[in-house]
């Protein structure tokens, strides 16, 4: 088949949540046979084995920037391809029996946990263009049951996927406890809140531990190593050293920095969000918390090695059933359902 993605962005120049999931994908459908061409803001990541079409934006205006891709998605000449699969910015786009939408969350959570008014109202304009997207002719994905929740469509669930070739066990671990967190400091990701926790709760218990940062923020504290954006190939290496990811989000669509730390064999606590819930089983391959008994369960899991270890073991095995290639024969199976249908 030959199946076109538009996805405004890609992890080249935005390396975020639903930009990883887009190039995983495209890559494992093309190691699966089909052709896949991207449509995107962003140039060809250095290891895409898919075509990419880089688009340009006609203004700096952050306003015109934001609706832009909407409008150049629904001029694209896509009568050539089988499949036109939408990650995003569909609104404009007409509905037809080739058409797939994936829903990575929805901006009615991201609107409900925003953080300030101007983020809200952002966010509850973009959930009016998803309720627009559902009502459009065409197959409808979310990446979870939470994300189903809130769009008035049935819609199939296939996960966020994960590269268990390239997310692996790494053969140590640091000597000294190693806390890992991916995010904003004053988003819904909560950076502020787990650099209070960790300064409070874990360096007067373990003064030796680290917390290292993954994002764009900085936080200055002791103990706290800011690594910035990194590429994939260093997260990779943050989290098989890491002793334990924290993940204390308000929302989640999914958390698919879950999986990758599973995959990789690192010990997960998250506080209880739609995403984390759906993905961790509590005591088993990870730990579920609150807000509140975060700090003690975190003591608690850097304390107990026989605990830590069980957890990572059947993290591992948990990860496998996200792997992206088995994800990838899901989304072919919904694309063949289309497959030879006229948008007539």
């Known amino acids: 088949m030959k199946i076109a993605f538009f996805s405004k962005e890609l992890p080249s120049n935005a390396p975020n949540g639903v930009s990883c999931q887009v190039h995983r994908l495209a890559n494992a459908l093309v190691n699966l046979g089909q052709s896949v061409t991207c449509y995107s803001f962003s140039p060809a990541p250095v290891d895409a084995q898919y075509k990419v079409i880089t688009l340009c934006y006609k203004s ?3 306003l015109i920037k934001k609706i832009t891709p909407a409008f150049m998605f629904r001029n694209i000449d896509s009568a050539d391809y089988d499949i036109l699969h939408y990650h995003g910015d569909d609104y404009l786009c007409k509905g037809g029996y080739r058409r797939v939408r994936t829903f990575y969350g929805s901006a009615f959570y991201e609107a409900l946990h925003a953080r300030n008014l101007k983020r809200f109202l952002y966010q509850a304009l973009f959930y009016l263009f998803e309720l627009v997207s559902c009502i459009r002719k065409g197959k409808k994905l979310g990446i979870s049951r939470t994300t189903a929740r809130v769009l008035p469509v049935r819609m199939s669930i296939i996960p966020c996927g994960v590269s268990c070739a390239n997310f692996c066990p790494g053969k140590w671990k640091t000597d000294n406890p190693s806390l890992l967190f991916i995010g904003d400091i004053d988003s819904r990701k909560r950076g502020r809140l787990m650099a209070s926790i960790f300064t409070q709760s874990i360096i007067p218990c373990f003064p030796n531990a680290t917390m ?6 900085k936080i200055e504290d002791s103990g706290i190593i800011n690594a910035g954006r990194i590429p994939e190939k260093n997260l990779i290496e943050l989290f098989q050293r890491s002793w ?3 993940c204390v989000s308000s929302y989640e669509g999914f958390g698919a920095p879950v999986i990758e730390s599973m995959a ?3 010990a997960v606590l998250a506080i209880t969000n739609g995403g984390s819930r759906e993905i961790i089983t509590h005591e088993h391959d990870g730990l579920l918390c609150t807000a509140e008994t975060f700090p003690r369960e975190l003591v608690r ?12 073991e059947n993290a591992l095995q948990t990860a496998k059933k996200y792997d992206i290639d088995s994800l990838a024969l899901s989304y072919i199976k919904t694309y063949s359902s289309c497959y030879g249908k006229t948008d007539e």
């Open 60 to 62: 700096r205006l952050s």
């Open 212 to 217: 290292t940062v993954v994002g764009p923020q």
């Open 244 to 246: 334990i990811y924290c």
């Open 264 to 266: 990789c064999k690192t």
């Open 301 to 312: 899991l850097i304390s107990n090695n026989a605990l830590r270890k069980r957890l990572m």
